[in-house]
């Protein structure tokens, strides 16, 4: 592959975007059978079955309105990798997708398990988004169109590169687009809240569309002394460290622990329990563990309960102290407490 020096090494000369560095367990997939192996796989061998629906409980949110004190951070969880952020005195969503289905179509694609732990209606006035990638499970037409209906202007939207387009045609304008590294700040009534783009092992695919056209992020908040990780969507990689210590300590550290079966298949990709807990290690081992992208869409293989029960483990294996460690509810609301120090 030629490479321009000039280039970032996650550009590519054709304006699409890779991996910078090698994935382990990328060549096991290798080959364009590895969906059909999959299906394949699934047919023959079968998988767990679905959880019945009072698997999931749902607990009434504690959201401070209009918004919290500038020094608070402040996490709701409304399932999957969809966050109430109240962070630097303002609100911010993550991957925000309030709609039945994770897929481009209505009546067809997973669906929830339970309806989402914040109602629609009663969101505070939102500041921001925060969109990690353009796959359905963290980017959702309906949702965004819903968003920008009820916000306006007032909504920042914050992306890696390669969305104002599409968010354009929403008819979505205030956007900024970071690469990896790139920061920005996003501000409200409530105070203000500084934004870092930080690498994550991941890919892009939305429709008929090239693979890897957009880029795909994790991000950092920093506000009022204090810092969260939302770790997007990513494969355990080797850049943890690295992102901790430029841009930590973190008093939260938000992870995916599901979507890792078949493990030959979406290793690269989606990190399970074991590897989201390594990863918070590297990040610096401390602040809240949050686990996140598990017990709302069905998109894989693993039997949907089985996250938070390996998460636990791995937690305890590694001899971390058990407050740290939430695994919230759906609608579930914590006040994350000040590191030890900080
Ligand atoms: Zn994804
Ligand atoms: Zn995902």
Known sequence: MTSDPKLPAHHLPDGRFRTPWPEEGAEERGGGGA??????????????????????????PRVARPRAPADEVRLTWVGHSTFLLQV?????????VWSRRASPLRWIGPARFVPPGLAW?????????????????????????RLHARFGAAL????PLAYREWLGDRGITRVT?????????????????????????HWTRRGPREFNDRLWASFALTAGGRRVYFGGDSGYFHGYPEIGRRLGPFDAVLMPVGAYDPRWFMRPA????????????????AGDFVAMHWGTFRLTDEDPLEPPVRTRAAWREAGLPEERLWIPRHGETRVVPRLAGG
């Open 88 to 96: 630097g005195g303002l609100n911010l969503l993550t991957d925000p």
């Open 156 to 159: 920042h939207w914050i992306t």
């Open 270 to 285: 989606h990190m399970n329990p074991e590897e989201a807990v390594r990863a918070y290690g590297d990040l610096g081992g």
């Open 177 to 201: 687009e970071l690469d990896w590294w790139d920061e920005a700040t996003v501000a409200g009534e409530g105070g203000s809240v500084r934004v870092a783009c930080a690498p994550a092992q």
């Open 35 to 60: 969906v059909l192996r999959w299906q394949w796989e699934r047919l023959t061998h079968g998988r767990a079955p679905d959880p019945p629906p009072d698997a999931f409980p749902r607990v009434e």
């Open 121 to 145: 209606d009663d969101l505070p006035p939102i500041d921001a988004v925060l969109v990690s990638h353009d796959h359905y499970d963290h980017l959702d037409d309906d949702t965004v169109r």
